[in-house]
């Protein structure tokens, strides 16, 4: 069997990029059906996203692949932090997803290797994944990298005024 490579992404990969995130989105709508909702067009709108990401240096994206066969994706950024906060700049991981079949190898572990090399020569001194605590799979994962949780989020159902908007009272979280 031929070795598996991370390698950088190029407009080329997009197909198979997108095929990956929508692994990760359909996982996170099983687990979080109201949070996680899609637009109709999100297909198109990640494709967009996606294409500025490509070309923006403070980005990066890339496969894991065996013989150019697409396994996983990984998408590391520079992103600026509080105003008062010092270092001013921090990595982020937007999204990280290895197709089902190929899971339990370690390309998950390439993938943040690189993402990790990445942000050292950037010299980012912190690097921030977030995860959704009902994904079985995210946390251990997450945690085996070295990422410690720091902080949670809540999330609770605004209700809207009835006669205002009344079709919209039905989408409570
Ligand atoms: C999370 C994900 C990227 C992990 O990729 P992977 O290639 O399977 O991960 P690795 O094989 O490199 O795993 C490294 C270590 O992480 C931990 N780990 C990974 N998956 C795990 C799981 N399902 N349960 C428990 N621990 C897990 C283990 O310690 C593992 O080492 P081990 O196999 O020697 O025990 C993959 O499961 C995935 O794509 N999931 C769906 C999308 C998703 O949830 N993405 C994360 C969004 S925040």
Redesign the pocket.
Known sequence: MQPIAVRRATIGDTDAIVRLWR??MD??QEIEPAIWAMRTDAEEAFRMYLAQCLQDPDHMIAMAVRAEEPL?FIHAAKVQRPPVLEPPVEGI?H?????RN???????????AEATKWFREQSLTIAR????IN????G??????GFRPYQVSGVCAVAVEADANSDQTTRLL
Do not use: D, K, Y
Request: charged fraction near 10%; hydrophobic fraction near 45%; aromatic fraction near 8%.
């Open positions: 692994e990760m996982l996170h996983g991981i999204g990280c997803c290895v197709t190929a899971r339990r190898q370690g390309i998950g572990c390439m993938l943040v994944a977030s995860w959704a994904n079985p799979l995210s251990p994962f997450w945690v085996a990298q």
